[in-house]
């Protein structure tokens, strides 16, 4: 064995131990709330580094359904997010296209206006529409809840679903106007379809504007049975002594089609971050 | 009218009638807003005062304090995010690293994890008795714990644990697009020429990694800046004692938990321009948006 041999294994060791060290610290905090999920209702507030506890039980999960409104929660949350994502998905999906398609004035204004938006800080466009909303009587309604995520999801959503249908061919439409389709079935027929990655970016980041939404919803929603995911989680966690197990076991239930859904999505993500739009 | 326009107009209307409604509007309400004196005190019978509100911002001594307290977690925070990304992508880079998918996957965790149940559990992880991160400290480390969140450095540096966590796999994800790209032969080159390995990441991977990472950086910035979740949740609304803000939680406070709705509406407008400042700077330098018009 040569020198360069050595220095190669030595190196391929330590990248390993690398990267296995800090894989784990970076998935050591959902390990934990696992850890904490499973834990007996007497062993909430042990000490120990374990990640399957002893007496390892799911009694946290079926508190959580039986006696605590966190269905009625999931309701609520998964509720306003489908309403926000099609919203979303309609209205990004045409604006879109008319931005990728038409040359008219003012079109150069909404493309920065909608970069811009980006640039607002949360209060810029909450607390003017937290006011209207107190005097349109939209308080505790999930109208005005659903309105505010929309304006969060909107700007990015038409941003990247523009810059998709740039990518695809103008003579897509012309071959099939000269087929005898008119402008609306060839975006509808021939465009849309083509325009799936997009679309489903889209549909999830609107999803995940409003799935587990705290600052907002917390200002808007009052009554306890209007309330959604992340409000009724960080009552859990604020009562953490009592109440930490169910903390941890709805959080992975919330986090889970988070998660799965990114994973499933990444690659198509990662291809329309890279295709000119601004937000992940 | 012809057909063309009556058609961009069913498509682009409903979505900027929509726009116009919650962003537009809701805008130039908050302008007008920063110019008033509206409070809880006068909801109903406000009236425009001037520029009193933002003199108030400019004056008050906390505006200064918490503007330093936004850049260093900004910065920090950026920098590391960026470090950290770019290391990673460069070992999940290596043809001969097995399991890539794994480790790609675990690592890109902490971005698709919803950002409130992150600060949540951080906050729960750096509680005194029982979180993880000081029974870690003590029985490892043999370390007395960590005030975590009864300090403010403290409490602003769980803040920043958090963040840089949740925040490495953005990164890591554009430094991997970018490494990708990269043409084998010109390594291959590099090698026949005898170049060490610092000179191939220094004339190879960091001149196609550039046009990748500054636009990633540019959003990094904009979004560490204007990141109201991870402050607001790790450390509870600024505890202890309003010591830990960044400005979009502060006026996040000032707004919803003091109800100075004028002076919050001027904050934001000053938290705006200084975003505008900056992202048109960044935006200017590398051209990102050349592109897509």
């Known amino acids: 064995m040569n020198g360069h041999k050595i220095k190669q294994i030595l190196l391929d060791f330590a990248t390993y131990l690398f990267i296995i060290i800090f894989t784990l610290v970076t ?29 390892a039980t799911l009694n946290s999960y079926i508190q959580l359904f039986t006696s605590t409104p966190f269905l009625r929660w999931l309701v609520n949350s998964s509720f306003v997010s489908a309403v926000v994502m099609l919203t979303g998905v309609t209205l990004a999906s045409t604006a879109g296209y008319a931005l990728s398609r038409f040359k008219f004035w003012g079109k150069k204004a909404v493309m ?68 005898g389709c ?99 | 009218m012809n057909r063309k326009t009556l058609f961009i107009l069913a498509f682009l209307l409903p979505a900027l009638l929509i726009m116009f409604g919650v962003i537009v509007y809701p805008f130039f309400y908050n302008i007008v807003l920063s110019f008033s004196n509206m409070s809880l005190r006068h909801f109903r019978d406000w009236k425009i ?57 675990l690592l890109i965790l902490p971005w698709a994890i919803p950002q409130v149940i992150t600060a949540l559990t951080w906050r729960s992880m750096f509680n005194y008795e029982y979180g993880a991160v000081n029974i870690f400290i003590a029985k490892y480390l043999n370390m007395s714990p960590v005030e975590w969140l009864l300090r403010p450095f403290e409490a602003f540096t769980a803040c920043i644990i958090t963040n840089v966590w949740l925040g490495f796999p953005f990164m890591m994800v554009v430094a991997l697009g970018g490494l990708q790209s990269i043409p084998n032969e010109l390594y291959e080159a590099a090698d026949i020429d005898g170049a060490s390995a610092w000179q191939k990441f220094k004339n190879i991977t960091v001149p196609f990694l550039r046009p990748v990472m500054t636009p990633a ?21 600024g505890e202890p004692s309003d010591q830990t803000h960044i400005l979009v939680s502060y006026v996040y406070k000032a707004a919803f938990n003091l109800y100075r709705y004028g002076y919050a509406a001027a904050l934001s407008v000053v938290i705006f321009l200084i975003l505008l400042v900056i992202g048109i700077y ?8 050349e592109s897509i018009y």
């Not at chain 1, 998935?27 to 000490?47: C, F, G, H, Q």
């Not at chain 1, 995940?208 to 989680?233: D, H, K, N, R, S």
Request: hydrophobic share 55%.
């Open chain 2, 49 to 105: 005062i001037g520029f009193k509100q933002y003199v108030k911002v400019f004056t008050e001594n906390t505006f200064y304090v918490v503007f330093l307290k936004t850049l260093v977690w900004t910065f920090v925070n950026v920098i590391f995010h960026v470090v950290i990304g770019v290391f990673l992508a460069l070992i999940l880079n290596r043809k001969s690293l097995k399991f890539k998918p794994i480790f790609r996957t």
């Open chain 1, 112 to 179: 920065i206006g909608i970069l811009i938006t980006q640039m607002f800080p949360a209060t810029m466009l909450l607390l003017p529409l937290y006011i209207m909303l107190i005097k349109l009587h939209l308080l505790n309604s999930y109208l005005g809840l659903i309105i505010v995520y929309t304006s969060t999801a909107l700007p990015f959503c038409v941003w990247q679903m523009k810059g998709y249908y740039d990518t695809i061919p103008v003579s897509l439409e012309e071959a099939a106007r000269i087929d």
């Open chain 2, 282 to 289: 960044f935006l200017k330098k590398t051209r990102a948006v």
């Open chain 1, 182 to 280: 008119n402008q609306f079935q060839a975006f509808y027929k021939v465009v849309f379809p083509l325009a799936l990655p997009a679309l489903v970016i889209t549909a999830l980041f609107s999803f995940m504007t409003a799935w587990a939404e705290y600052v907002v919803a917390a200002q808007i929603l009052q009554e306890p049975e209007l309330y959604t995911l992340a409000i009724g989680l960080k009552q859990f966690e604020s009562s953490m002594a009592t109440e930490w197990g169910l903390y941890a076991a709805g959080s992975l239930i919330v986090s889970i089609p988070a998660v799965l859904l990114f994973l499933i999505l990444s690659k198509y993500l990662i291809s329309g971050l890279t295709l000119g739009s601004v937000k992940g």
């Open chain 2, 217 to 237: 950086i540019t959003l990094g910035i904009i979004w560490t800046f204007n990141n109201l979740n991870i402050v607001w949740l790790v450390s509870n609304g």
């Open chain 1, 27 to 55: 998935i050591y905090p959902i390990l934990n709330v696992i850890s904490i999920s499973l834990r007996p209702a007497d062993k909430l507030l042990s000490t120990s580094l374990r990640i399957i506890p002893e007496n």
